[in-house]
């Protein structure tokens, strides 16, 4: 069973950075691909970035250029370096794995297994 705990978030100004962290208790098998995810209040919860088995990364479109997805296997903890934050990325942040890799998509959440509680990331004007 792995266990993903999020931390990182919080409340920042425009413009501001934050650096998100995943803590993995272990992984299954030794490939594994992982994302990240938002939900905002009243709104599903959508990709964000994805970093796959075999270290590519992939990236939504809104997040142009702003966010980098990364992981450090010797630690097991994937990061998500997020820059020029403003108010409409506000959510709560999900990290996700899978073991090996996805079979339609990184930005669908029914190709993960295991999912952490979140941490909220708060972007004021």
Excluded at 31 to 39: D, I, K
Excluded at 45 to 58: F, L, M, Q
Aim: proline share 2%; hydrophobic share 30%.
């Amino acid at each position: 069973q792995v266990q993903l705990v999020e931390s990182g978030g919080g409340s920042v100004q425009s413009g501001g950075s934050l650096r998100l962290s995943c803590a993995a208790s272990a992984y299954t098998y030794s490939n594994y691909s992982m994302g990240w995810f938002r939900q905002a209040p009243g709104k599903e919860r959508e990709g964000v970035a994805g970093i796959s088995d075999d270290g590519s990364t992939s990236y939504a479109d809104f997040v142009e250029g702003r966010f980098t997805i990364s992981q450090d296997n010797a630690k097991n903890t994937l990061y998500l370096q997020m820059n020029s934050l403003q108010p409409e990325v506000t959510a709560m942040y999900y990290c996700a794995e899978v073991d090996a890799t996805w079979n339609t998509g990184w930005d669908r959440c029914y190709e993960y297994t295991y999912w952490g509680q979140g941490t909220q990331v708060t972007v004021s004007s």
